[in-house]
């Protein structure tokens, strides 16, 4: 399926080493604030105060975060649990803060802007279960690229596997780069954004490395350059409708979603844009430098034993 075909091949080769020096310092711009600014962990892997209230009628989040701001409570996260009636209020650690009465503590500071919960139920969350969570979501994101890393060694020859790997974990930096350049909250549910932007990117790769290969195969006469050129050019009605596609759905639940939603969409929305650039303007230049041809396609033809230069046979 196709929106539009566009009869030019568009010669994105020509500037791929502009494009690959811009994605190489912002790789090191994003590297640069992971360690310098580090991310900003939300109470599920810091650890903190779970605190679950009750309204009889549909709470309104925005009014129980005006309060619980008010009463000087900082990087928290509220969100519906259940039903539309429950609340499920993460509240950070503090030095001063008296977990045996946190509970009242945050229905007095509810009582003026979003009146009417009742405590359900109070629960600490230690350090060393924010630990666990941390270094379990480390591994899952480790399992992953291993994952694909075996995958495309498998589906590709080994240029486009290293071109692909090295673009798809370009995008997972740049997110996190953004996450620790702003101090966003990082999340499981950011993680979770994190692991999908994997998948989706390397389907990207796939696709244009696909048609690359079968340029190969079928067209004589292109330089690789024109070879890549043409199957990014081929491939982009399909990249707009898919990612397009996606893309509304991500904007619908970072607009509508309200905050439970709103990093998770826009780590979405951020690898979504990086997974376009890196599947077309990293990973394709780094398999023309890593010098792919269209002889590694194409098996030469095996020479009968007594056959002439027109391959009849004496």
Not at 109 to 134: C, D, H, K, W, Y
Not at 179 to 202: D, I
């Amino acid at each position: 399926m196709e929106f539009f075909r566009i009869s030019k091949d568009i010669p994105f080769m020509r500037h791929a080493l502009v494009f690959n020096v811009i994605s190489l310092l912002t790789f090191l711009l994003a590297v640069a604030f992971l360690f310098t600014r580090g991310l900003h962990l939300s109470v599920e892997f810091t650890g903190g105060t779970l605190v679950e209230l009750h309204y009889t009628q549909t709470a309104d989040l925005e009014k129980v975060r005006d309060g619980l701001g008010k009463a000087g409570y900082t990087d928290l996260s509220v969100q519906h649990f259940g039903s539309s009636q429950d609340v499920l209020v993460r509240l950070p650690l503090r030095a001063d803060q008296n977990t045996a009465r946190i509970g009242e503590a945050v229905i007095e500071a509810l009582a003026v802007e979003a009146p009417g919960a009742t405590l359900r139920r109070v629960e600490f969350v230690g350090p060393q279960v924010g630990r666990e969570l941390a270094e379990n979501g480390a591994l899952a994101l480790l399992v992953v690229i291993i994952g694909i890393v075996l995958y495309l060694s498998f589906r590709f020859e080994w240029r486009f596997s290293i071109s692909a790997i090295i673009a798809n974990l370009h995008d997972v930096v740049i997110i996190l780069g953004f996450f620790a350049f702003f101090q966003w909250e990082f999340s499981l549910s950011v993680l979770a954004a994190v692991l999908a932007v994997l998948g989706y990117s390397v389907n990207e790769s796939v696709v244009v490395f696909d048609r690359v290969r079968e340029t190969f195969k079928k067209t004589r006469g292109l330089t690789t350059p024109q070879v890549l050129d043409h199957a990014i050019t081929s491939t982009i009605s399909r990249t707009m409708i898919t990612h397009g596609s996606t893309q509304i759905m991500v904007l619908s639940m970072l607009i509508f979603g309200g905050e439970t939603l709103y990093y998770f969409a826009l780590a979405l929305t951020i690898g979504i844009c990086f997974g376009i650039y890196s599947s077309v303007l990293v990973a394709s230049p780094l398999v023309m430098w890593l010098g792919v041809s269209r002889e590694q396609f194409v098996r030469p033809k095996k020479k009968i034993e007594g056959a002439n230069e027109d391959g009849a046979v004496v």
